[in-house]
């Protein structure tokens, strides 16, 4: 897992800005990033099926690797910002197999402990983009932003090599049926936790994963500064990954995720009030704080209670919802920032976010956690 999301978001400091210096607009920026969010929307309920119905995530993980590989291959080659958008797709096929690798994960642990194995899945994925972003900005501004594209290619052939002595025990049962996927996914727990994760989601890669870096770029911070706004982000949203049961076991999961959601939004809302890198640093960091209390706790929360065969099917349907969120965020945003300015799309994935808060207060049952 550390190898595979090494490699999807190396360059990710650095991606708005490349595709800024091969003449992209706002708007082809937002397409850019949103590409990866967009093939997701379609891919993770089917894989998540297919998953299902082979009784196997292993081969997913390998093809997860795969299309790291040809992906970051793709964008270091491309000769125009239209080929950036083909990759960018590319890399969203290996996303959509992060359904295998949270349920081979689950699956090892007792069925009650779900959300704690998320949190686990999470700081991983939080650590990994850590090291990577960070490296990934020093890479491009010390051999060139195309490098960072380079390193991701060879992190998913070690990914490869590293996912070979890994066993899992195959699961012999039917093919689901129609009405047995259809019951899974209008699970209303499901559905709930995947709409509200797909409105945060949306403000996300709206903000960090999209326009802070060309924000920040606009105020003088260099490609290092820029490695650096992504991992302000993920080490406090990676510590907020291992803590957030021991919140939600105190307040309630709803209470939680509601508290996690007001940081967020709040954070986004400041952008354009931030003049200087510094400051926009500590925002970044409150932001990735609070999105650590919401989105390890809704996945957990999506498949709690889920049987274990069914489960990768319920992850893609969570995974595909939330999505929609990568993919409007970015896009959109782009579109917003031609029209109004970079600060009208903050303003914009801020309110977002928040229309998400209280939903998440009353709609989530307020559950206390007894696991430890």
Not at 63 to 68: D, K, L
Not at 278 to 295: E, H, T
């Amino acid at each position: 897992m550390f190898l595979y999301w090494s490699a999807l978001y190396v360059y990710a400091p650095i991606l708005s800005v490349y595709a800024d210096s091969l003449g992209a607009s706002f708007t082809t920026v937002g397409i850019v990033v949103g590409a990866y969010g967009f093939v997701q929307m379609f891919l993770r309920i089917p894989l998540g099926i297919w998953s299902d119905s082979l009784g196997r995530r292993l081969p997913f993980l390998y093809a997860g690797h795969f299309f790291n590989f040809l992906g970051c291959l793709g964008l270091a080659m491309a000769p125009s910002a239209a080929y950036l958008v083909v990759f960018r797709g590319v890399l969203g096929i290996s996303a959509s197999t992060w359904v295998a690798f949270t349920v081979l994960y689950a699956s090892y642990l007792p069925p009650d402990e779900t959300p704690k194995a998320m949190g686990v899945v999470s700081a991983i994925n939080g650590i990994s983009l850590t090291i990577a972003i960070g490296l990934g900005g020093l890479i491009a501004q010390f051999w060139g932003m195309e490098s960072t594209f380079y390193v991701g290619a060879v992190l998913a052939v070690i990914g490869i090599v590293a996912t070979t002595p890994i066993k899992e025990k195959r699961k012999i049962q039917r093919p689901p049926t129609f009405q047995k996927i259809r019951s899974v996914m209008s699970n209303p727990t499901l559905v709930i936790t995947g709409s509200i994760a797909a409105l945060n989601q949306y403000a996300f890669w709206a903000s960090t994963l999209s326009f802070i870096p060309l924000y920040a770029d606009s105020r003088g911070a260099s490609k290092s500064a820029l490695g650096f706004l992504g991992v302000i982000v993920l080490i406090p949203y990676t510590l907020a990954s291992l803590v957030n049961h021991r919140v939600a076991r105190r307040l309630g999961e709803n209470r939680a995720v509601f508290g996690g959601i007001l940081v967020t939004a709040t954070m986004t809302f400041v952008v354009p009030l931030i003049a200087n890198v510094p400051l926009l640093a500590i925002s970044q960091g409150v932001s990735g704080f609070g999105r650590g209390m919401v989105y390890p706790l809704l996945m957990g929360l999506s498949i709690r209670g889920t049987p274990d065969e069914d489960r990768a099917t319920a992850m893609g349907a969570f995974q595909a919802i939330y999505a929609v969120g990568m993919f409007l965020g970015p896009s959109t945003s782009g579109v917003f920032a031609d029209l109004f300015g970079i600060s009208g799309a903050f303003m914009v994935a801020g309110g977002i976010s928040a229309i998400s808060a209280l939903p998440a207060l009353i709609l989530l049952k307020p559950r206390r956690l007894s696991w430890r």
